[in-house]
């Protein structure tokens, strides 16, 4: 077996891709999509990283340091941000960052363990235009760099006990000059979470706590809750717990939509809204109470 490495691990995609291909068409969409990820890669190269596969809109790549995969990070989100790639019809252009640092394994022309999943999964909760990085990068990143994080969250990823802390880095110059000072997460400022949610579908029901503060849905069986539908991703939404509150993330092509008692009804898309009392969740489509394909919530204090 190939030696363990210690490497920064960088996942970088273009938000909002489906709605590119719909409003250019398969080819321009395809096009613009690739010049995006030609200026990944040159980034890379750039910081002595190597670009390790791309799949779709997404590039993975590996740094020897921490500081050259920040440095590609902001040099791909500045020539994005500044019209380096314009699209077909002006479409907006964004990508998304995140990054991990730690031990790898490689295998033939990819690389694995639990240091590329971290950083997938980190990348997953950035919005557009963002970077977010882990606690094991910042504490192997240099002095200039260190200054331009700040604590945002703590948030539960798939894989990791607990909550992990997720650290912004302020790419822009003018943001790390009027940045704010670092949220802190003292014990006092720690609350213990309290309460519970309760999901159930068809019978079978997880309750999502501070002893599990996730619960996946959709129709890959490896989800807690397994909900099958031409509508439905793989991995089509998550409930985690952070402190007291319950959010939905959605992580679909086709969204989730939630009615709760009033009747009101929410529509997330590869975004984050929270939920409380009880309700039900449609993923992909509208459901109603009771329906079969109904997810059913219920907070409890």
């Known amino acids: 077996m190939a030696r363990d490495n210690s490497v920064a691990v960088l996942f970088a995609d273009v938000v909002g891709s489906t709605e590119l291909y719909e409003v250019l068409g398969d080819f321009k969409a395809r096009e613009t999509v ?3 990820i030609d200026v990944m890669r040159r980034a890379t190269e750039a910081y002595n990283g190597r670009v390790v596969k791309t799949i779709g809109d997404e590039v993975m ?19 994005i941000s500044k019209g380096e790639v314009v699209s077909v019809g002006g479409a907006p252009l964004a990508i998304r960052v995140g990054c991990d640092f730690g031990p790898v394994i490689p295998e033939e022309r990819d690389v694995f363990g639990s240091t ?5 999964r980190v990348t997953s909760q950035a919005k557009a235009a963002q ?57 006092e400022q720690q609350k213990k979470p309290r309460g519970r949610m309760r999901v159930r ?24 809750l397994v909900v099958k539908g031409n509508l439905i991703s793989r991995l089509h939404a998550r409930i985690e717990m952070s ?4 959010m939905l993330v959605d992580q679909s092509t086709n969204g989730s939509f939630i009615l709760n008692r009033k ?8 975004d984050s809204v929270q939920i409380s009392g009880e309700g039900v969740i449609g993923l992909g489509r509208v459901v109603q109470p009771g329906s079969a394909q109904a997810i059913t919530f219920i907070q409890e204090d």
């Open 263 to 270: 009747g009101e009804e929410l529509f997330v898309r590869r």
């Open 131 to 187: 970077v977010l990085i882990t606690e094991n990068m910042v504490a192997n990143l240099g002095a200039e760099w260190r200054a331009a994080v700040r604590q945002i969250d703590l948030a539960p990823l798939k894989g990791k006990s607990g909550e992990v802390a997720m650290y912004e880095a302020l790419w822009q110059s003018e943001d790390v000059t009027s940045m704010l000072p670092t949220i802190k997460w003292g014990e």
């Open 34 to 36: 690739g010049r995006c």
């Open 61 to 79: 790549a590996t740094f020897p340091t921490a500081d050259g995969a920040m440095n590609a990070a902001r040099d791909m989100q500045t020539a």
């Open 201 to 224: 579908y068809l019978g079978k029901e997880v309750i999502v706590d501070p002893s599990r503060p996730h619960a996946t849905l959709g129709r890959s069986e490896e989800n807690d």
């Open 116 to 120: 590329v999943n971290t950083a997938n």
């Open 243 to 246: 402190r007291d509150r319950f």
